[in-house]
Structure formats: structure tokens, C-alpha cells
């Protein structure tokens, strides 16, 4: 089975910072890696697919990159409303399973 | 406008059953894979397993965690999928979500708002 290894598990930042969080798979995985950003007591809700594409209405301050193992998630100006968890998620076909990483909760400093 | 509605959820014993529902609206349910995702409290997401559509041969997988004791099921004419859970533990607590994956791709790009099963004596 493919692990996925999300880091940093939290991160604290000021509002405009630069903040990158990154993701590594066990084995590559081409581009199959997805984003996700969830708030407390909400569904999680998709930022980026395909590791790079951005979800139609995601602002464009929100990217990401990488493939094969290494993956990057960047939020470029950080803003009030950025404050969740982020998780990455791969998809494997053989056998079918949609892995998420442990997450990255996100805080103002 | 898309939605999906999960209902089901409830207090069940340990060893019992329950089935989820998650009605779709708002898009053509019959073409879509659907997934269900569960989240305990406090933890991370864990993938539970998704049905493919009839194109797809209705294909389903589980997560090896609920593997044999969770069914995955649908019935397009209800634009509703089903989550059938049996020979529950106390680790199977946790909100549920279902989860639509329009291109089966593997990107959910809609969530439920999900529902809480809570299996304790």
C-alpha cells in the first residue's frame, strides 16, 4: 500500500506570509495527488487536483506542484480566512485507495 | 445547485448494523463514482470505500480496515448510494461523509455534510 507522508503536522504564520507545506509518497504516483482544506465542523472541500490544477472558484493565491513522490502545497499570501487543516490524498488504481496524508493544521500567529 | 444529504446516522451497539443514505441532487448521478469518507473526532480523513456507475460496471472497493463487514451500494433511479455497515467497533465512530468523484479520478469535489455514527455499549 502507498503511504503518504504529509509534514509539517501544524504551522503557525502571520497573515501575507509564504506558507508551503509539502507531501511525500512511498512509491511514485505520477500526478495523482489532491489538496483539500477543511474548517472546524465542516467537509473538507477540494483546492487542487491533479497536483497542480486549480478547483474551479479556489483563489489563485492557493497552487500546488510536484510529481512522482515529492509534492508541494502553496498558499502564497496568507489570509484570515486560510485558517484550517490541509490534506493531501493520492488515488492508486491497483488496488483501488485514495490515501490521505495526516493532515497540516494551519494557525495565525 | 449540488448537494449531498447523508442520513442514517445514529447510537449503535457494538457487533450491530446501520445503513447510511446520501441523496444527490443538483448533477447526473447515475455517471459519477461515489466514495464515502469517514473522519473520528479529532483525527484525520480515512477513505471507506466508493461505487463506481453502471459504465463502470457498478465496480466497488473498500478500505481494508471495514473490508467484509461494509457494503457500498446505489440506486441511480433514487440518485442515492448507501454505506451498509455491520459487525460494527467501537473504532468505526466517526462523522461519515459521502463524496462525489465526478471523472473517477480520484478528486472529490463535493461533500455531504456528513453524519455521526457512534458505536459504544
Known amino acids: 500500500d502507498i503511504q503518504m507522508t504529509q509534514s509539517p503536522s501544524s504551522l503557525s504564520a502571520s497573515v501575507g506570509d509564504r506558507v508551503t507545506i509539502t507531501c511525500q509518497a512511498s512509491?511514485?504516483?505520477?500526478?495523482?495527488l489532491n489538496w483539500y482544506q477543511q474548517k472546524p465542523g465542516k467537509a473538507p472541500k477540494l483546492l487542487i487536483y491533479d497536483a497542480s490544477n486549480l478547483e474551479t472558484g479556489v483563489p489563485s493565491r492557493f497552487s500546488g506542484s510536484g510529481s512522482g513522490t515529492d509534492f508541494t502545497f502553496t498558499i502564497s499570501s496568507l489570509q484570515p480566512e486560510d485558517i484550517a487543516t490541509y490534506y493531501c490524498q493520492q488515488y492508486d488504481n491497483l488496488p483501488p485507495a485514495y490515501t490521505f496524508g495526516q493532515g497540516t493544521k494551519l494557525e495565525i500567529k | 445547485e449540488v448537494q449531498l444529504v447523508e442520513s442514517g446516522g445514529g447510537l449503535v451497539q457494538p457487533g450491530g448494523s446501520l445503513k447510511l443514505s446520501c441523496a444527490a441532487s443538483g448533477f447526473t448521478f447515475s455517471g459519477s463514482a461515489m466514495h464515502w469518507v469517514r473522519q473520528a473526532s479529532g483525527k484525520g480523513l480515512e477513505w471507506v470505500g466508493r461505487?463506481?456507475?453502471?459504465?463502470?460496471?457498478?465496480?466497488?472497493a473498500c478500505a481494508a480496515s471495514v473490508k467484509g463487514r461494509f457494503t457500498i451500494s446505489r440506486d441511480d433511479s433514487k440518485n442515492t448510494a448507501y454505506l451498509q455497515m455491520n459487525s460494527l467497533k467501537t473504532e468505526d465512530t466517526a462523522v461519515y461523509y459521502c463524496?462525489?468523484?465526478?471523472?473517477?479520478?480520484?478528486?472529490?469535489?463535493?461533500w455531504g455534510q456528513g453524519t455521526l455514527v457512534t458505536v459504544s455499549s
Open positions: 463524496t462525489r468523484d465526478i471523472g473517477d479520478a480520484g478528486d472529490f469535489d463535493q
Open positions: 461505487i463506481r456507475s453502471k459504465a463502470n460496471s457498478y465496480a466497488t
Open positions: 512509491q511514485d504516483i505520477s500526478n495523482y
